[in-house]
């Protein structure tokens, strides 16, 4: 076990702590915590009492490592199966199985550990659900994005919804991609855009967004064709609790470009930050 320098007073004397552990010396570990393979719990962390951290090594020179990024909690008897990275500021619920890794602020529950909801800042209590906007033009702010109530049009020959460039739709589009067939306990996104903007639309079934500009964080249920939300540049979002036969369509302002995305939450606070 190794440490950094400062009072280890927060780890119970009952946890067991096996070699190739770091625990940060503002982490806390409770009474009975299990903490095995090679693992590094960050600042502010903490592993409740009786939660049990497995690592796994693929090469015994150079194993892998679970992190439990920092202020994340991990509640009582959780069981962790790594090496998986638990994000800055997730909440993994008392008796969970995570086998996965868990995006930062991030709520997950059960057996598999499933994302069920997102935290405040600061916080370890799911975001309210934002009340989307009631009539055709109307818009709502979330945390620097707009949800969009789009246009419907009903006749004998069923419904049609459309938005316009300018009007409605912010931006010329370059490039359309479909998300569709997600397993519900699986995620999407977990990543920001330097220059891209996003018009992103389910048109069937439905799905939770997370929006997050490293101030406000706010959910979003896209469970009607006519609502639309526009991501702007520098924001961090997921996707998650993907309805069965569930589909969205983005429309993106730029091609495909690996060095517009930030994929790693500690790089995008660093960004947004600035």
Excluded at 52 to 78: C, F, M, N, Q, W
Excluded at 109 to 127: I, L, Q, R
Excluded at 209 to 225: H, M
Aim: with cysteine; hydrophobic share 45%; charged share 20%.
């Amino acid at each position: 076990m190794t440490q950094s320098d400062g009072d280890w007073a927060a780890v119970h004397p009952t946890a067991v702590i096996e070699a190739d552990v770091s625990i940060d010396p503002t982490a806390r570990v409770g009474a009975f915590a299990y903490i095995g393979g090679a693992c590094r719990i960050e600042c502010g962390a903490v592993v409740d009492a009786r939660a049990t951290i497995v690592g796994r090594a693929s090469d015994a020179d150079a194993p892998e490592t679970t992190v439990i990024g920092e202020h994340a909690t991990i509640g009582a008897g959780a069981i962790l199966s790594g090496p998986i990275t638990i994000g800055e500021g997730a909440f993994v619920e008392a008796g969970a199985v995570v086998v996965e890794d868990v995006p930062a602020h991030a709520v997950v529950a059960g057996n598999p550990a499933a994302v069920v909801g997102y935290t405040k800042p600061d916080e370890s209590v799911s975001a309210a659900i934002v009340a989307p906007p009631e009539r055709p033009g109307e818009r709502v702010e979330v945390a620097g994005c707009q949800l969009i109530r789009l246009p419907r049009v009903d006749d004998l020959r069923g419904a049609l919804t459309f938005a316009e460039v300018e009007d409605d739709l912010p931006f010329t589009p370059r490039r359309i991609f479909v998300v569709y067939d997600v397993p519900n306990q699986k995620i999407r996104g977990s990543h920001a855009h330097y220059e891209l903007h996003e018009f992103i639309m389910a048109l069937g079934g439905s799905v939770t967004v997370t929006v997050d500009n490293g101030k406000e964080r706010g959910q979003i249920v896209l469970d009607d064709p006519t609502l639309a939300l526009h991501l702007r540049p520098l924001t961090w979002t997921t996707q998650y609790a993907f309805s069965t036969g569930a589909f969205l369509v983005v429309l993106a302002s730029h091609v495909y470009e690996d060095a517009d995305y930030i994929r790693d939450y500690r790089q995008y606070r660093e960004v947004v930050d600035a």
